[in-house]
């Protein structure tokens, strides 16, 4: 391959909007002919994605995208919001509320929002070909089926999702159930959520990505990255676009290192990995091990104590933060320890150009324990009672999916993206269970890197994970019954079985590294519907 085809192949999901390269599949008519008809909802929300301005840096404030929610009907505490952060408000929902949500795309670009992790009919996941154009409006109706866990929400335009997102549109969303109330976990002030992201900045404060340069909403695009120009400056910088954009800056729930004081008592703490493309091997920098108390998709069955938490873009986890051990005055912090960058992989013959490279050491939020008595919590032997869909099936059918690099294309079971297409083999009967085999091989390079894949509408169960030799992140991998996102590592077959949700229709699976998903790293997979009679 020419240096014009790897630019030309590197650079379209950066250019693509000053081209107006985008295809968004069936007109608004045929979008809206999917939405069912509309009850009265328990709660109704109206979301607005627009460009704005914080204050993160000292100097210039940056120049973001935005979401800000006010609530139409229903609990006033469904939205919290979180001042002085980038990030969109928490959206706290109860299992069995009937959800509307108006989305105002006040951006200068088409944009639509997925509810990752949520069961949710097809009009109401967010697929890319239901994007609206900035100016218009799109109308979510759902049930939360999901059970009490920590789930989140962000852009899914196609060629734009990571863009988006590193500007800063992003939010998490907390469901609540009665078998989670009954536990007496720690809430409300003592439960805490924390988004870990990396960013990266211009000397003027403003957000750098991909292509350098700024554009009007600060993010980067078009120009050279600074490195110095010619050939060698613009592969490497697209180099690091096709390994996954990393920032040189840490942030949590979108403020660069907080500090928080504790009480001498046990906190709730749902992390989620909101990043683009870093990956997290997560500790207490006073040895604690975590007490994980569940993953993606909610609580585990009991709580499991680990040395370190690996979190991967997309992956959430609960855990238990117990200060009434620890004496007053201690002061600790969460940070992501050192792991070599092999562990994740990368293609391309430039190695690692990142002023932050993958797997570097950093702090990310500090803890001070304040003075005062102890309160100790003693956890349920048993957090959750098992659903049906954990049971391991001896029927289900196999397919492999092959996850590769070639011809300068990321690949996922063979094929890249298609907006409309769902092949055979990514066909399912609503409700039906399937194994899926994540296979991360090689090319004949021996290039391979670590992938994230999600897969939309469901919960899965990891079964298995073989192949894959010594890996520094595998002693932090937990994996759960209940996950939407799962690590697979350079040269590792996991095996995953999916029961798929009954509301038919067309729905996504994808690597979560975004510039990967955005290159084409995506599929479709299609629900049929139920046979009539």
Known sequence: MDRRDALRLLTVPAIAPALGVFDFGPPREAADALQPARAVPDVELTLTAAPSEVALLPGAPTRVWRYTASVVRGPASTVQP???????????????????????????????????????????????????DGGRDYVYDFEVVNRAGTYWYHPHPHMRTGAQAYQ??????????????????????????????????????????????????????????????????????????????????????????????????????????????????????????????????????RARVRPFLTLAPGQRADVLLDASVKAAGTAFTLRSVAFPADAVGHVGMMGELSPLPQGSAADLMSFTVRGGPAASLTLPARLCTPPAAWAVSDRAPIRRVPLTFMRMEWLIGGRTFDMADAAPDETVAPGSTHIWEFRNEPNPMGMAMAHPIHVHGTQFRVLSRSGAAANALSEGISDTRATDTVLVLPGETVRVQITFSTYPGLYLYHCHILEHEDMGMMRNFRISAPARG
């Open 168 to 301: 800063g549109l992003a939010g998490v969303i907390v469901v609540t159930d009665p078998e989670d109330d009954a536990l007496g976990l720690p809430a409300g002030d003592d439960a805490l959520v924390l988004v870990l992201q990396d960013r990266r900045f211009d000397a003027k404060n403003q957000l750098v990505y991909a292509n350098g340069g700024t554009m009007p909403g600060g993010m980067g695009r078009g120009g050279g990255m600074g490195r110095g120009g010619g050939m060698g400056g613009g592969m490497g910088q697209m180099m690091e676009t096709m390994n996954g954009w990393l920032g040189d800056r840490l942030f949590v729930s979108g403020a660069p290192r907080p500090a928080r004081s504790l009480e001498r008592r046990a906190y709730r703490v749902r992390l989620l990995n909101g990043s683009n493309a870093r990956i997290y091997k997560l500790a207490w920098s006073d040895g604690t091990p975590f007490t994980i108390l569940g993953g993606d998709g909610g609580l585990l069955e």
């Open 82 to 132: 979180l001042p002085g952060s980038y990030l969109g408000p928490v959206l706290h929902f109860r299992r069995g509320q009937k959800v509307r949500v108006r989305f105002e795309n006040r951006l200068p670009e088409p944009s639509i929002v997925h509810w990752h992790g949520l069961d949710v009919p097809e009009a109401a996941d967010g697929h890319p070909r239901l994007a609206v």
